[in-house]
């Protein structure tokens, strides 16, 4: 009786143990609700520290669906991973054509007509594959069963495009994607008028059984309006916008499709690899075990820099999704319904330029997040020296300008000050009625651009400092012999010169910054010559070294201690003499 009771007792203790520490130990493994408090670089966590601290404003990167989230195997090849049989040919594999010497005189002519070197894009195989530049661990990413994932619906748009690299185009996104996750191509034709776009293309398409759409518009709409005609004609739950010079890693789609699964109001964009226009060679445009994030300067041109060290600890793998400012603008994908939920792009915006950032600061101002994929890469060619025009031939010589006024009165509140700063001279241009975006604005409860800048883009200024006001801006004439500052045509590190004057703008700014464009312009000892704006270390210090005297008319280098002067014919700096016109300088503003 002593033995049983005593081994009952023992199997009590046993039980108890089990059943309050063993098994829920064991249910953690797999619950997704297991409290992470102690692990504070776990990725929830740091989104949860940033949403505590901003008030909860923070967009959940994880979304209403966390279970579609990819899982990472080691060593356990992914689920869509496809398995390929070596190809030969020329170009395969990313690698450029080169062409006999008496084939170059052609093709020269079809860059001028194309942007690209047509010659040897049409020795290449349409079903060409390219080399992979994807980290090696996305080759281990498991997505979710394609019932579980949106359908595509790609938007290419062209006008007068070369037949080969357009066609590339299409069988590349056909031979890459799951045919079960491709739900239609949309080729959009914005009034192209070359023969080989005509019947030829409608009767070529027919081959893929309905899965490649063409349609035309009656007018040159420009990419901008012919991307929302394609969004509008899309049968898939995503649209996914590509140029029509592209050419797709494998398994590029799925990364993208899965992100949106997890947060439809994600836009995942895809890596863009570089495609040459001179012989199709297909590289990567980023240094290994690195990563980039989309942003601008404040004249809304372009730029990228490293991805700061804080989001840096937001993914457990370094090919995990990441958050962006902005993106470059011809490559993404978005749920269609949140598209058109926050008004596609802005009717206003035309042609090209600046629609990136409105979709960007929209996305993330209205609760949206936009996401760099680094296990999807989409290579891209970038057009060679073209010189046959696409440009409507009534289009708005300063429709960029306008499309960037748009955006900013509509979403960046009083930083849309620096923007005019940086360009004052549009600032009488007419933009237009924004009523419509500012009434979606005001609908979606969006936040302001100080949130953005402050949570999203907080890593900007530290490269792109808010610029300083300028003390004058315009052209710059001298008093005496009526010529003026021209920095058009010569090379970085050459002297700044004068010549006949012809509306070329400067600023010099109150921090004694003198600049034109994102051109700098520094002394050297007797000369003043120009520079990139950027240091060495990629940051725009918006100082400088120049004074201008409103009253004395004159220009002086802080370090030289001395005054731009001009004989008519060259510009130096010499020994300040008030006395002298040919150091005094009248600036005139000038607007478009």
């Known amino acids: 009786m002593v033995r049983l009771r005593y081994s009952s007792i023992a199997k009590l203790v046993a039980l108890f143990f089990v059943v309050f520490f063993i098994l829920p130990s064991f249910f953690n493994l797999y619950d997704s609700s297991t409290d992470i408090s102690d692990f504070n670089d776990h990725p929830r966590n740091i989104d949860h520290k940033r949403l505590v601290e901003n008030n909860g404003q923070l967009p959940n990167r994880y979304g209403e669906n966390p279970e579609n989230i990819a899982i990472f195997k080691e060593g356990v090849l992914g689920n869509y991973e496809p398995v390929l049989e070596p190809r030969t040919g020329p170009g395969e594999g990313g690698v450029g054509v080169n062409l006999a010497p008496e084939e170059k005189s052609a093709a020269e002519r079809t860059v001028r007509e194309f942007g690209f070197n047509m010659v040897a894009s049409d020795k290449i195989s349409l079903d060409r594959r390219i080399k992979d530049t994807r980290p090696a661990e996305c080759k281990y990413w498991h997505y979710p069963e394609s019932s579980k994932l949106p359908k595509a ?89 590509l140029d029509a010079h592209c050419e797709c890693v494998a398994n590029w789609l799925p990364p993208l499709l899965t992100r949106i699964a997890v947060n439809r109001k994600i836009v995942a964009v895809p890596i863009v690899d570089k495609i040459s226009w001179q012989n199709l060679e297909h590289k990567s445009v980023y240094r290994e075990n690195m990563r980039y994030i989309g942003v601008f300067e404040w004249g809304f041109l372009y730029k990228e820099m490293a991805l700061p060290p804080f989001e840096e600890k937001t993914g457990k793998k370094f090919s995990d999704p990441y958050g962006s400012p902005t993106h470059a603008g011809g490559l993404l994908a978005i749920d269609k319904k949140w598209f058109f939920e926050l008004g596609g792009y802005d009717p206003g915006i035309k042609i090209w330029g600046g629609e990136q950032y409105e979709l960007s600061f929209k996305v993330w101002q209205c609760g949206g997040m936009v996401e760099w994929v680094p296990c999807s890469h989409v290579a891209h060619i970038y057009r060679g020296p073209r010189t046959e025009s696409v440009h409507p031939p009534d289009g708005n010589p300063h429709q960029t300008s306008i499309n960037h006024m748009r955006l900013a009165e509509t979403w960046m509140d009083e930083y849309k000050e620096y923007y005019y700063i940086r360009e004052p001279q549009i600032k009488r241009l007419d933009f237009g009625d924004i009523s419509e975006q500012l009434a ?106 120049w004074q201008y005297d409103l009253d004395k008319k004159t220009i002086k280098s802080s370090k030289e201690k001395t005054c731009l002067t001009t004989d008519g014919s060259n510009l130096k700096l010499e020994e300040c003499d008030d006395s002298n016109l040919s150091q005094k300088w009248d600036w005139k503003e000038i607007y478009y």
Request: aromatic share 10%; proline share 4%; net charge positive.
């Open 153 to 241: 619906s790609v938007v290419i748009v062209f006008v007068n495009e070369g037949w080969s690299t357009l066609m590339r185009t299409v069988h590349s996104v056909i031979n890459t994607s799951p045919p079960e996750l491709l739900a239609d191509i949309i080729l959009v034709d914005d009034y192209s008028n070359k023969e080989h776009l005509k019947e030829k293309l409608e009767t070529y398409i027919t081959r893929f059984n309905g899965k490649v759409k063409l349609t035309r518009t009656t007018k040159r709409e420009g990419l901008v309006r012919a991307r929302v005609i394609g969004a509008e004609m899309a049968s898939g739950d995503v649209i996914v916008i």
């Open 440 to 545: 979606i604005r005001e609908k979606l409860q969006c936040k302001s651009f100080k949130w953005f800048m402050e949570n999203i883009a907080y890593d900007l200024p530290k490269k792109f400092p808010l610029p300083p006001k300028n003390k004058v801006w315009g052209e710059c004439k001298n008093a005496k012999h009526r010529v003026c500052l021209s920095g058009w045509s010569i090379d970085f590190g050459q002297p700044l010169r004068i010549s006949r004057c012809h509306g070329e703008l400067f600023r010099l700014n109150v921090e004694g910054e003198l600049s034109s464009g994102e051109h700098c312009f520094v002394s050297d000892r007797s000369i003043v010559k120009k520079k990139f704006c950027l240091n060495y270390e990629g940051v725009w210090n918006p100082t400088g070294e």
